[in-house]
């Protein structure tokens, strides 16, 4: 096979997942990681499974970098690679009002604006090529909105509105856009979540740091993200992939409750769960 994959963010969670995934798949994978070092805990993770990964060293938030390194990956490739999957991404907690300009802009960069920019700079190969598809990694948060994660879910929330865009301008050039959209799994997001520095009121600080407790504390009865990275694989191998793939038992769960369930009923009882509202 050669159809050579970019998985961004490759060095962790889901995105070190698929990268081995596609590599055993017979793919050859680019991983985009944000240092040398990472690069090489990429590599030593690949060696470790009998599978080799290359890498490019790129910071998808500066678009100067991720140009550079699009036009490496371009050189390597014989123009641009087949796919993309857009997976790098952070988390972050905190009431709307808790969220300053300069980490909500931080969100949206990653999150939303990088998938974009690096689809800009893949589309013409695929285009020329009259082939390809760009996978982007959303999550059950772009389909529903939860207590102190508003900044986060509108940053997926417009990922997928996005996507669902792009995926309707570039169906009749032959490239095909996909959202695969997880629930929790046990990616270690979280850990490396950014959380306000100042809060607006007792109750929201108490909050948060509850679920930074629980988020922490339960990773590790989380499933293995392998299941998402396997839902990437089947994304690329299928000749018509659907729009959207639902991860998780807890991803269906929601989207279905979140569908079935009055609006002021879903409210009452997202808020008492992240601390915000009381039962009484």
Not at 60 to 79: L, M, Q
Not at 98 to 120: F, H, K, T
Request: hydrophobic letters at 45%.
């Amino acid at each position: 096979m050669d159809r050579t994959v970019v998985v961004t963010g490759a060095n962790s969670g889901i995105g070190l997942a698929t990268a081995l995934e596609l590599a055993g798949a017979g793919y050859e994978v680019i991983g985009t990681v944000r240092s040398d070092a990472k690069a090489a805990d990429l590599a030593g993770a690949a060696r470790a499974r009998g599978l080799t990964v290359d890498s490019v060293v790129l910071d998808v938030a500066d678009p100067e970098s991720t140009a550079a390194g699009f036009k490496e990956i371009g050189a390597r490739t014989d123009g641009g690679p087949w796919a993309v999957v857009n997976n790098a991404g952070f988390a972050q907690a905190g009431a709307v009002e808790d969220v300053d300009d300069d980490m909500v802009r931080d969100q949206l960069e990653v999150n939303l604006v990088a998938p974009a920019r690096i689809a800009r700079l893949v589309l013409p190969a695929m285009r020329e090529r009259g082939d390809g598809r760009i996978v982007n990694v959303s999550s059950v948060a772009g389909r529903m909105s939860l207590p102190l994660m508003g900044w986060y879910c509108a940053s997926k929330h417009g990922l997928e509105a996005m996507t669902d865009a792009l995926r309707m301008e570039v169906a009749s050039y032959g490239v095909k856009v996909v959202l695969v959209e997880p629930g929790s799994f046990g990616t270690g997001i979280w850990e490396g979540a950014r959380y306000p520095s100042q809060f607006a009121t007792a109750e929201y600080a108490d909050a948060v740091e509850r679920a930074r407790r629980g988020t922490t504390t339960g990773q590790r009865f989380l499933p293995d993200p392998v299941w998402v990275a396997r839902t990437v694989r089947l994304a690329l191998a299928s000749p018509k992939p659907l729009a959207r793939y639902l991860v998780g038992l807890d991803a269906v769960g929601g989207v279905v409750a979140e569908r079935l369930a009055p609006t002021a009923v879903s409210d009452r009882v997202k808020g008492i769960v992240a601390g915000v509202r009381k039962l009484v």
